[in-house]
């Protein structure tokens, strides 16, 4: 392989580890609060109200259910505005946290449900408030699944990344289509390929080590 | 009631009506009871009869449809939530599943409610310490919940239940996922904060060997109705309403009880009743074994509860005034009681 080649690769990599960082990232610090909202906002929850939830969930289900290389080009416009450009490792980062989002938020939605309604009921006989219910006694107790969770949500942005390259992103994507399909040299698909395998792999079995450390039952 | 006795607990015609997409189903109805301070208050019915309904009507965890709980001087449907929260400090609760946080330590669960109060770290850390050694379990502060057994669980659940110096104690099926002798423990351990906290505990349940344990008055609760409530030797002994014989005397109604089928016209028949008498004990064996002298059994209806009998059995005493004294005396010294003499 060519040293310039080699370069380039090592570069992607550098790229899709700033991109998938700074998206998952964004993406949770949206994401998060809107999963809570949607869980204390179902029937029978803390803060149950109807109009909110049906207003979210379907915000949300719009963003799941639309194909993120359709996103990629919808969002455009907005990347330009947000960042003054469409292409680059910086400009990727807004659809790609875009992308993210509705999905951090249904994780940590379903996280949550998973917290059992005993501690809760414990939690308002003891005289909590919602908040101090939701800070000290429902995050807590689901941070192992939030972190399991989590690093489902980064290796999928990880994967978004590469097809981030499509559209002018960099990262192993944009190498991997350059190189692999633009002028099929077969070596450079494969090792990037692999490594965004290898990455991937990382990422998972990173979230379940955390999980597993932070888990006491 | 002889003395004035402080009420801590006041139902007033309590109904409750879950409404489930249109369709409505009344948990409780009408129900009145008072419990009173420092007292271990039984509620038992079967499954469904409306028991965790009724005790969560008790810290508003259900708003109620009708109907006014007061504790102390507080209508506790009235409150505003934020003094609803600060009453929820003086209201402790248990339950059947401990409801621990898996991811804090014994410690950190038992300083939760007084976190919630405001109480600073350093009196948190103290508080929690002494509750645990209330229940046994210093030696347990930095475990999590996963690590212990159940009964240990209830004991932490206990602990944190009273670090923040309620007023009362609700418990729910609190020893119904507990084997026999932990549940014996625990409730030796209520019994006990009972008595040297002065605490006031109300029970649910749907054992009948926990009441007869530790409750001192009781109340019966069928299909969302308060059946009976009374002392508990006295509703155990002698229920008055159907849902307290079926729970007392169960398989027999009052109705089919044996008619009094006496061998020789003008026997003398007595009722005795068993009130936590020990079941192990065969008592009529007995009593021809110690006197000599043979009863007649017309009817039995006994029940062994925890190893305790209960119920009753209706006899013809032998003839000769000096044997039926003896057999009399015999079924006193036992605390067996004779309620009905008949001739
Ligand atoms: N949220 C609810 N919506 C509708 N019906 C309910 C609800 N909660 C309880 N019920 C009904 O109210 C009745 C009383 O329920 P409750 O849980 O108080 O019974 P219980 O005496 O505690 O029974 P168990 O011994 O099985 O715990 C039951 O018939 C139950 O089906
Ligand atoms: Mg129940």
Known sequence: MDAYIKEAIIKGIWETIQMTTFSALFAYVVGLP??????????????????????????????RSLPFLILLVLLIPFTRLVVG?????????????????????????????????????????????PLFIIFHFILPEATPSLLLGGAINVATVLGYSAMAGVIGGGGLGAIALQYGYYRYEK??????????VIMVMLIQEAGVGLSKKVRRA | MAEEKTKVYELSHVTKIYENEGKKFTALKDVSLSVYEGEIFGIIGMSGAGKSTLVRTLNRLEEIN?????????????????????????????????????????????????????VSRAKRREKALEML?????????????????????????????????????????????????????????????????????????????????????????????????????????????????????????????NPYDCSNQGAKVVRIVFDGFSAKEPVISTLVEDTGLKVNI???????????????????????????????DFFEQRGIQILEVSA
């Open chain 1, 34 to 63: 809107l999963g809570v909202i949607l869980y204390v906002t179902a029937k029978d929850h803390l803060f149950e109200n109807k109009a909110v939830n049906a207003v979210v969930g379907f915000v949300i289900n719009i963003g």
């Open chain 1, 85 to 129: 450009s469409s292409i680059g490792t910086t400009a990727s980062i807004v659809p790609l946290t875009v992308g993210a989002i509705p999905i951090v938020a249904r994780m940590v939605e379903s996280s949550l449900n998973e917290v059992p309604s005993g501690i809760i009921e414990a939690a308002r006989s003891m005289g909590a408030g």
């Open chain 1, 187 to 196: 070596q450079v698909l494969w090792v990037t390929v692999a490594l965004l």
């Open chain 2, 66 to 118: 009708e109907g006014t709980v007061s504790f102390y001087n507080d209508i506790i449907g009235d409150l505003k939530q934020k003094d609803l929260r600060k009453i929820r400090q003086s209201i402790a609760m248990i339950f059947q599943s401990f409801n621990l946080l898996n991811q804090k330590t014994v410690l950190e669960n038992v300083a939760l409610p007084l976190k919630i109060a405001g």
């Open chain 2, 133 to 257: 050694q209330v229940v046994g379990l210093e030696d347990k502060k930095d475990s999590y919940p996963a690590r212990l057994s159940g009964g240990q669980k209830q004991r932490v659940a206990i602990a944190r239940a009273l670090a923040a110096d309620p007023k009362v104690l609700l418990c729910d099926e609190a020893t119904s996922a507990l084997d026999p002798k932990i549940t014996e423990e625990i409730l030796e351990l209520l019994q006990t904060i009972n008595k040297t906290r002065n605490l006031t505990v109300i029970i649910i349940t749907h054992e009948m060997s926990v009441v007869e344990k530790i409750c001192d008055r009781v109340a019966i609760i069928d299909n969302g109705v308060v059946a009976e409530v009374g002392e508990v030797s006295e509703v155990f002994t002698n229920p008055k309403s159907d849902a307290a014989k079926r729970l007392v005397l169960p398989g027999q109604d009052e109705k089919n009880i």
């Open chain 2, 298 to 328: 017309l009817s039995a209806n006994t029940k062994s509860v925890g190893g305790k009998g209960y119920g009753q059995m209706i006899v013809e005493l032998p003839k000769g005034e000096k044997e039926q004294e003896t057999v009399l």
